[in-house]
């Protein structure tokens, strides 16, 4: 990595492969960090790279070249990064544990006790309280009912803390 300070450009929606592409064909020093998600359909294995931070992509910027990133189109804003060094520090730990291919994912704020909205799948809409986390992906939610509890399991990723 360079010695250039660090910029997080936050993207406009699905946005961040593009804008890297962007910037490397500008030759601007971009990083986003992927991870590997496989799914199945039809009885095929398909493999895609989704970005680890949606919306985000981090960029090591000279000062005469945060012109050349809102010129994309791709960008929303440009934001400055207080502690270059710490930031530095943790970006790093990130990009070997993904290269380790090791599975990462950013584990949101969700835990017991957190008041959520269920954001898709056939329960979309509805809101309710985080009993227990299991692993990285599954929720216990307790959902009220006419004054009584129901618990369901769900896929994190389908939660919204409130």
Known sequence: M???PWFVAHTRPRCEKKLADYCRRESLVTTLPLYRSVKKYRGKTVVFHKPLFPNYVFL????????TVYQSDYVANLLNVPDQETFKQQL??????LETEVEVRLAPTIGPGTKV???S????GMDAWVERRSGMLEVLLRLD???QAAAVKVDVTQL???
């Open 2 to 4: 360079s010695e250039l």
């Open 60 to 67: 090591q910027l000279r000062p005469d070249e945060r012109q």
């Open 92 to 97: 790093g730990d990130i990009l070997v544990a």
């Open 117 to 119: 909205r269920i954001k």
């Open 121 to 124: 799948g056939p329960l979309q």
């Open 145 to 147: 009912f006419v004054g």
């Open 160 to 162: 919204e803390p409130i």
